[in-house]
């Protein structure tokens, strides 16, 4: 697991070992990044699911303003903080360990907006015949999250091919990117329609 591109690009990052985190893959995360370029530069970043934190590194290396990452579980929030203080981006990176619902609904409450938000959640289940009850579906569903994306914000969510999602209002679909099991697509929020 290492970062990619940018300042700190080849540094070697350590992740908990386990079943429980499923770190997304370089080739996928330089595939994700050439698609964003310059949009990472001076950005404020959201990373729900935190899981390693490697997307919120590689966006600190390309010159992101500053990085949240979300994330639950207290060990790997401490991997998070162990890898941002060993790349040198300590101060610019805040760590809650905390269910993402719950943080969105604080976040939103409080005013706070993201240039780009990433989310690369646990996988959901094959969903043939029903709609899907993944995080990443979750995540498309939530009223709260669009209230988080600044104007001309990015919302990239990750899940598996295998798991058919709804795009539902106010989401529209900019960019697909497909790698082996894994689907990346970005979002934007439909401009409102004035009365």
């Not at 350590?14 to 050439?34: H, I, M, S, Y």
Request: overall charge positive; proline content about 6%.
């Amino acid at each position: 697991m290492r970062i990619t591109g940018g300042n700190a690009a080849r540094r070697i990052l350590k992740v908990p070992k386990g079943l429980d985190v499923r770190p997304t893959p370089d080739l996928v995360k330089q595939a994700v990044f050439n698609s964003l370029g310059e949009r990472v530069v001076g950005a404020r970043v959201l990373e729900l699911f935190a899981g390693s934190g490697a997307l919120s590194l590689e966006c600190l290396s390309r010159g992101a303003a500053g990085v949240l990452c979300i994330e639950k579980s207290h060990r790997h929030a401490e991997f998070i903080r162990s890898n941002a203080v060993a790349a040198g981006y300590g101060e610019i990176l805040e760590t809650r360990t905390q269910d993402v619902f719950p943080a969105m609904k604080q976040l939103a409450e409080s005013g706070k907006q993201f240039d780009l938000i990433l989310a690369d959640p646990p996988y959901g289940e094959k969903n043939v015949n029903r709609r899907s009850q993944s995080f990443a579906q979750q995540l498309l569903d939530d009223p709260t999250l669009p209230k988080l994306l600044a104007p001309g914000g990015r919302f990239m969510l990750g899940h598996t091919k295998r798991d058919t999602l709804e795009i539902v209002t106010p989401w529209t679909e900019v960019k697909m990117l497909k790698h082996g099991d894994t689907v990346m697509r970005f979002f934007e929020v439909e401009p409102r329609k004035e009365a």
